[in-house]
Structures are given as C-alpha cells and as structure tokens.
T-cell receptor
Framework: GAGVSQSPSNKVTEKGKDVELRCDPI?????LYWYRQRLGQGLEFLIY????????KSGLPSDRFSAERTGESVSTLTIQRTQQEDSAVYLC???????????FGEGSWLTVV | GQQVMQIPQYQHVQEGEDFTTYCNSS?????IQWYKQRPGGHPVFLIQ?????EVKKQKRLTFQFGEAKKNSSLHITATQTTDVGTYFC????????FGAGTILRVKS
C-alpha cells in the first residue's frame, strides 16, 4: 500500500484479555518500529525490527508484551492480560533502512476497561 | 544515555508571534530529525539535519543544528493556527528515540 497500515484502528477490551495489533509497513521498508503514546504524552519506544529480527527489544514494558515480524513485512504486537495502564495509542512506523526517515501509521487506539 | 531533552513542554502564542523549540543532548548526535503531530494525528516527518551548524528552511520554519552537534532548534516565524500541534525532535542511534515534544497552541 501507499502508507503504513495499522489494524484495528480502535479497540476496547476488558482488563485481563489479550489483544493483537497488526502493522503493514510500506512495501520494501526493512526497518519497522513500534511506539506507545499515552494521552498527551510523548512517544515511548517499544521495539525495533530490522528485517525479521528485533535487535532492540529494550522498550517492551513487561513480559506481557511481545512482537514478531514475518516475511520482512507484517508485524504483530501482542499484549497479554491487558491492564488499564496499557490504554494508549500504539503507533507503528517503517523506514527504508534504519536511520532513514520513518513513516508512521495512523495508530491503534487501545482502551482497557 | 540516548535521551534528547526538549524545551519548552508547552507554549501558547498569539497568532503572528514567533515560536521556538529546543532539543538538547548530552552526547554528540549523528543526526537530528524533526516531526510534527497534529492533535489526534500521527507524527509526520519534517526534516533531518546531519551536518554541524546546518540550517535548513521550509517556508516559515527554520531548523538549526548546533556546531557541536549536541543541540538543535526549530523556529516558526509568524505563527498561524495551522501550526498547532506537538513538535518532536528525534535522534537516531541504533533506534529512533524521540524527545518529549513541545505542544504549540496558537490564539487567533
């Protein structure tokens, strides 16, 4: 597609349930990033993929968070046993290679009730 | 570490006034990028600076990279209501790390 596509765009889930967020990067982009942005806050780095490998997972907040990427394309971010503090926008971004301009998707708005 | 500090956190200006946001690092930066996020939107790339002392302009926006490559600034001349949003600087080490952002509000 023309841009980074994320789904779902909005998700309301009950505390304790698992959620899966999907990101389709721009075709040909080898680098893929996940960020979290709480309401009115900055961008919190979660994880970075180069190809299918994640050289930097340092931002994942806890072991409830995991991410994978396959085919050097689609990535999924999974949050297990969601908590209310997980409520945020989860932004995916991709770039041609690491260090280049990154292009963000519209984000997945997650609300845990 | 890899943090970049941005000031101010928030600025409210009268339309037509100028606005500046600053980005500072304790370590030398290989490059600095600037992004704008409109309310309810996602960050959009504005520019990348790489060279020491570099100055780039985009219409009313002027971006500077310090001589020591430890700081950068974004200056908007004669703000308009369309400039409203949050401006982020970001540094690339082995990953892209964002500053906390400066929220700009413009009174018309």
């Amino acid at each position: 597609g023309a841009g980074v596509s994320q789904s779902p765009s909005n998700k309301v889930t009950e505390k304790g349930k698992d959620v899966e967020l999907r990101c389709d990067p721009i075709s040909g982009h080898t680098a893929l990033y996940w960020y979290r942005q709480r309401l009115g806050q900055g961008l919190e780095f979660l994880i970075y993929f180069q190809g299918n490998s994640a050289p930097d997972k340092s931002g994942l907040p806890s072991d409830r968070f995991s991410a994978e990427r396959t085919g050097e394309s689609v990535s999924t971010l999974t949050i297990q046993r969601t908590q209310q503090e997980d409520s945020a926008v989860y932004l995916c971004a991709s770039s041609l290679t690491g260090g280049n301009t990154i292009y963000f998707g519209e984000g997945s708005w997650l609300t845990v009730v | 570490g890899q943090q970049v500090m941005q000031i101010p956190q928030y600025q409210h200006v009268q339309e037509g006034e100028d606005f500046t946001t600053y980005c500072n690092s304790s370590t030398t930066l290989s490059n600095i990028q600037w992004y704008k996020q409109r309310p309810g939107g996602h960050p959009v790339f504005l520019i990348q600076l790489v060279k020491s002392g570099e100055v780039k302009k985009q219409k009313r926006l002027t971006f500077q990279f310090g001589e020591a490559k430890k700081n950068s600034s974004l200056h908007i001349t004669a703000t308009q209501t369309t400039d409203v949003g949050t401006y982020f600087c970001a540094r690339y080490g082995n990953k892209l790390v964002f500053g906390a952002g400066t929220i700009l509000r413009v009174k018309s």
